[in-house]
């Protein structure tokens, strides 16, 4: 039997159908949720400090994601889940990843037009060099979009 | 021609003044340091060190070259091919020339390569000095007494002749550490950092990659110190050399084939990678196992029974092939250090600070049960690095983490832990960064010494091969982050070159192991006597290395603040002390000894 293959776009399609948005919203107790304003030293490593998660959403949430990479048996790519920051929407973050932390790292960072336009409600592709990344929003049970699913194939992680 | 003269190891010079670098050093001038011959005193079966410092009044250093004869005593003699020379490498900190890395210039006792070739390399500007470290090691089979020897340099035709004394004790270094003095790093850096291996794909394939690697391992043992190669990363993914193979899932999840890891660790674990070094083919004491939150087990089964029988069969079968490898000699650490910052995982289990996570303690002891209390075979145990969380854990966990790797600063507040841990057989090490080259080399010393004063096994620097892309220039920050650095571009060395502050260690563990060792001779009172005289030679108050607790302890982990660390008691120790001081501590260690 011919093996089927899946494009990076419909394993994010697939992922997401499977993605509890709730527990992305939840992912940090409430009292870490706006952890970047609790952070009274200058250095960025402090910021990491103040990091504390709820583990039955990350888990449930990571569970997801490390299947959705395993899809397509002949691909290897990886994915993580990326939210804004209530405090500055303009800003956002990796809250959980999956196989590898993405290219931009773990650091609260600007948000990139390509991510934004997934934020916004479009499904975005983004090739660069010899790889490729896909932008999937994930909804809540509200049909609020509370976050970006990111699955990259070929491009490199954050070594870390 | 070149104007030269011999100093001791404590202290620096700046390549453009001839100044000395170390600001609190009681003696700051050439002309008054040329005023005092060189006279060492060392056991045998040691290092000892000192400096050629080259005046090159005006001239060019490119013909410049050294040399040495044998030393002769009543009835040895020390042949000139137990010494190693070394250039002395300049990198630009804060506005001045500080020597760190060591090129060589000796192999075997073979010329390599001259000063002067790498002092026209380093092309500092306006330079005045150069300098040559140079490494003599005292055999174990000489007779105890006084030794003559010289070292000559060579500009052209014209050859300066600089004597010095040697006097060799008794006291006969063991070649296996007492102390562990830990230089950690992550694999596989080495791939990402040195460009030869950078630049080759197939360098796991093709053998490369254990070659250079090896070259580390070596350089650490030789300097009494132990490589200590984390084998994943944050995500859990390993390198496929730093694993066996593994076949199935589940329940029939199972070690297929062990050649690759055998042949990249056994030599490492049967001490075969050490053979020719002076300290001879002893096993490394401690390796970290790759087990972690996501290998062998999937973490997409975390919670479930198909986690527990994947994660339980594969340890079981490294105690299994350990044991029968014959591998008993080294201690296996099952170490988690994934940190929740990277959002990889929801638990800190390195450095817990929300003391929820430590269910992550009782979670993999209960996975790892059976090989972490095994009565034979190869001996694993659990290790954990702690800082926040330590006054909370060390009495609650004492009898499940045998290893424990303590902050330095947050060890220091908890004296009382010390009793607990060695009441139930625990490891203790501390933890920090190696000293930056900027700073005294003193602060290089004050590792091992601090572990005498506290009475703990060993110490941990947490990143060493993080030399930096420029390293060349100024090293990333400042030399805090490695203690080796890489000799493929610059030399065509594929492996480590080393520092000053490498050198410096390697000498104070030296000192610190014997010392170590007349303190478990003595019946009581050891670690007191020994720690008086590291007080005095500081001029520190007795007692100071435990400077009191913190008002942090008073709240929970997850509620310390930055600037409740500013105002927290720390031991000083070493600043503002005069490098001098560790001079003055080994003659009298050594006297003492004998």
Redesign the interface.
Known sequence: MAKTTYSLMEIARIGVLFLPGDRLEKVMPPERRDYPVRV??KHEF????E?????DN??AL??VL??LERIDPARRPYS?LWIRRPENPALG?????G???PKEG?HIQPLWPDILRAFGGQPTRLDRDNGQTVYYPVHNSDESIVGVLEVSEKVP?L?? | MADSMLIHNMIRICPQSGDVLEEEARIRALAELRETPLALTSPRNAYVSFQIIVDLNGGHAADLSIEAEPLQGDRDAIAAAEYTFYAQWYHHIDGKYYPDALVPLTEGGASVRTLGEVTGLNAVPGQAYAACWVDLFVPADIHPGEYKGAVRVRTGNAVQTLPFTLHVITTIVPNESLMIADLNSYADNLSNRMKYLRNNEERYEDGTYYKVERQFFRMAHEHRCLLHYLPYEHSGAVPPVFIPELGGKGKELRVKDWSTFDEHFGPYLDGSAFADTKRGAIPIPYMYLPFNFHWPADYVKFGTKGYRSEFTSVMNAFHRHFTERGWLHTTFELFLNHKKRYKLFPYDGDETRFVWDEKVNDIFYELARDALEAKEGARFVFRTDASWSYGLHFGKYADKIKLWVVNALIFSWFPESLPVLRAAGDTIWTYGAAEKIGQTLLGTAISPLTAILRGVDGFVYWENTHWGARWFETPLGEGSETLFYPGDELFGILGPIPSIRLKTLRNVMQLADCMEAWIRRQPEGGRERMSGLIAEALDIAPGSWWPGKSDLVNKPPYEWDDAGFSEAPRARLHQGKPPEALGDLTRNIWRILG
Do not use: Q, S
């Not at chain 1, 402090?46 to 400090?49: E, F, R």
């Not at chain 1, 990091?51 to 583990?55: A, C």
């Open positions: 009274t030293a402090a910021y990491g400090d990091v504390d998660f709820d583990e990350f888990n990571k569970r490390l299947l993580a973050e990796v809250m959980v990843a196989g590898k932390l773990h992680g070594f870390i």
